[in-house]
C-alpha cells in the first residue's frame, strides 16, 4: 500500500447490472452512491443482448447521470441487433444525455447460432455506428438563456467515448495468438477511445497483453478489468462464461476456506494484490466488477492503496 499521500491518484471505475425487478432500485441507488463518493472516472451499466430499448439500464444510467458527479457508460451489444434497432438504441442513450459507451460484440444466448448476431457483426462495426448515430444528430446543444424569451446559448456537443472489449489471455473463439491484438487494432482505427480487459488473474497477463498491444501499434488506454472472486461457485460460473484457464492457487484457497467471511477476504486480498501490481507495472487504472455490492470493491481498492481518502 502507498505510503505517500501527495503520489498522483490511480483512476478506476466500475461495472454494475441493472435490477432484475423494481424492488431492488433502492438497494441499487444506495450501492450508485457509496461507489460514485469514492470518485470513480465512470460507472458502467451492462445491457442484455437483443432489447429494443434502454429499459432497465437506461434507468441506472440515468440515475447516475442525475444524482452523482459521475459519467454513466451504458453497455451496448451486436448479439440479436439489426442496425435500424441498434441505432435507434444508441439515440435513445444519446437523448438521456449519455455520452459514453462500451461496444461488444457479445455472445448467441445458449442454444443460439452465429447467425442469431444480427447484422453487426463485430464490435468494430458498433464503434463506428455509435458515432455516426452521434454525428447524424444535433452537432449543438441550446440552452435557455434566463430573462431572454427565445434566447438560447449555443454550445458543441461533447463527442462520446466508446470504449470496447480486450482479453488478455485470449478470446475463446481466438483461432491463432494474434488475433485479439488484430482485432483490437481495427476497434481502435473504428473509432475507439479506450479498452477495458476481459478479467484474468495474475498480472503478467495483463502485463504482456499490454506488451504485445502496444508493439502492434495499439496506443489506445487498456484498462485492466478486475473481479473480486469471493466463493468457488462465482470462480467456476466464470471460467465457464470466459474460458479462462483455472486459477489453482485461488481455486484451492476457496474450496478449503470453511467461512463465508473467510472466502470473501481471500478474494479481496487476490484482487487487491492483482491491481496494484498492475498499477505498478502501468496500468493507466483499474476497472472493478462489483456485483451491485459496494463493499467488496471499495475494500478492494483501499488494500490496494488506490483510494484517496484511504491510504495511509
Keep these: 500500500m ?12 466500475f461495472e454494475l447490472y441493472p435490477p432484475r425487478t423494481a424492488a431492488n432500485d433502492a438497494a441499487l441507488h444506495e450501492t450508485v452512491l457509496r461507489l460514485a ?19 432497465r439500464s437506461l434507468d441506472v444510467l440515468r440515475f447516475i447521470r442525475e444524482n452523482t458527479d459521475v459519467e454513466p457508460l451504458a453497455h451496448l451489444t451486436c448479439v440479436g441487433n439489426t442496425y435500424a434497432a441498434a441505432a435507434s438504441l444508441i439515440r435513445e442513450f444519446l437523448d438521456a444525455g449519455i455520452l459514453s459507451f462500451l461496444a461488444l460484440r457479445g455472445d448467441p444466448p445458449a442454444g443460439r447460432s452465429e447467425a442469431y448476431l444480427g447484422d453487426l457483426e463485430s464490435a468494430a462495426q458498433l464503434v463506428q455506428l455509435i458515432d455516426r448515430v ?51 487494432l481495427a476497434k ?17 497477463d495483463y502485463l504482456a497483453f499490454v506488451e ?30 470466459t474460458g ?10 476457496l474450496e478449503i476456506e470453511p467461512t463465508a467471511e473467510g472466502r470473501r477476504e481471500i478474494g479481496i486480498r487476490w484482487a487487491s494484490r492483482l491491481a496494484r501490481e498492475v498499477v505498478d507495472g502501468g496500468a493507466p487504472g483499474v476497472h472493478l466488477y462489483a456485483f ?21
Design 188 to 204: 481502435q482505427a473504428a473509432g475507439a477511445t479506450f479498452a477495458i480487459t476481459q478479467l484474468f488473474f495474475h498480472a503478467d
Design 212 to 241: 504485445r498491444a502496444r508493439a502492434a501499434g495499439v496506443t489506445i488506454p487498456i484498462l485492466p478489468g478486475i473481479m473480486p472472486i469471493t466463493s468457488p461457485t462465482r470462480l467456476r460460473r466464470v471460467l465457464e462464461l
Design 134 to 184: 452521434q454525428t447524424e444528430s444535433a452537432p449543438y446543444e441550446e440552452t435557455p438563456i434566463p430573462g431572454l424569451p427565445r434566447a438560447a446559448r449555443i454550445t458543441h456537443r461533447r463527442t462520446v467515448n466508446i470504449a470496447v472489449a480486450a482479453f488478455p489471455k485470449g478470446h475463446p473463439r481466438s483461432t491463432h495468438r494474434t488475433q485479439d491484438v488484430e482485432a483490437l
Design 37 to 55: 463518493d469514492a470518485g470513480p472516472d465512470f460507472i458502467s451499466v451492462t445491457y442484455g443482448a437483443g432489447g429494443s430499448s434502454g429499459g
Design 2 to 13: 502507498s505510503s505517500d499521500p501527495s503520489a498522483p491518484c490511480t483512476p478506476f471505475s
Design 244 to 253: 479462462e484457464d483455472l486459477p489453482s492457487e485461488l481455486s484451492i484457497a
Design 292 to 312: 451491485n455490492q459496494h463493499e467488496t470493491v471499495l475494500t478492494v481498492l483501499a488494500e490496494a492503496g488506490l483510494l484517496p481518502a484511504l491510504r495511509s
